[in-house]
């Protein structure tokens, strides 16, 4: 079973400063690699995403890196604010039979004090 | 709001039943993806319905089954429920483009709590 290998596994960090989130993946298919951001008791909401032919993406303050010869690509949230408290998923795709799947990480709990 | 509904948000049974999950997909998505998300874990692959037809399946055993609809809709079917089964249950729409289409990000919706006690 192909896994998506996620850390931390929880994050605390101060109003204002920058959280970071890793992930490495194996053998993946070329499409989108995207961060999902969940509170409790909701579905994961897509924050950001980046296809494999890029090596960095930002969007306001998210950015994701990518390092495609490392199987690496982390999320990095600038400026990080109470309201970005939530767990963070990355997620790699897979070919299926004839499309694609995707394989998650376990999750990062993130913590911003205010 | 990702457009991908999911029905009923909360369900309760006993061990031995049988569940139904509902799940309309997002405007002009053709693929519907179920996983189960337990308590504090990442989202768990069960299956995947593109155009109707099952597309790929994770390691759940054959009493876990689905459907897709026409409207590209989709319900997933649990029998002979286990303590274990207990779970969050979300399903995820996105547009199928094929192998040469990387369009396949997936939108989920709220998900359903299933408690079996």
């Known amino acids: 079973q192909q896994q998506v290998k996620q850390s931390p596994q929880s994050l605390i960090v101060q109003k204002g400063g920058i959280s970071i989130i890793n992930c490495a993946y194996e053998n993946t298919a070329f499409d989108y690699f995207p961060w999902y951001q969940q509170f409790p008791g909701k579905g994961p909401a897509l924050l950001i995403a980046?296809?494999?032919?890029?090596s960095e993406k930002k969007e306001g303050r998210f950015t994701i890196s990518f390092n495609k010869s490392a199987k690496q690509f982390s999320l990095h949230i600038m400026d990080s604010q109470p309201g970005d408290s939530a767990t963070y998923f990355c997620a790699a795709p897979r070919l299926s039979t004839g499309t694609y799947k995707y394989i998650f990480g376990t999750g990062t709990r993130l913590k911003v004090l205010a | 709001e990702t457009g991908v509904t999911q029905s009923p948000t909360h369900l309760i049974k006993t061990r031995g039943q049988q569940v139904t999950l509902r799940c309309s997909s997002q405007?002009?998505?053709?693929?519907v993806s179920w996983y189960q998300q337990a308590l504090g874990q990442g989202p768990q692959f069960i299956f995947q319905?593109?155009?109707?037809?099952e597309n790929g399946r994770g390691n759940f055993p054959p009493r876990f089954s689905g459907l897709q609809f026409p409207n590209y809709s989709s319900e997933l079917n649990v029998n002979a429920l286990e303590l274990d089964d207990s779970a969050l249950y979300l399903c995820a729409s996105s547009w199928g483009g094929g192998l040469t289409e990387a369009k396949n990000i997936q939108y989920f919706g709220a998900g359903t709590r299933l408690s079996v006690l």
């Open positions: 405007s002009g998505h053709n693929t």
């Open positions: 980046i296809r494999p032919d890029v």
């Open positions: 319905y593109y155009r109707e037809e």
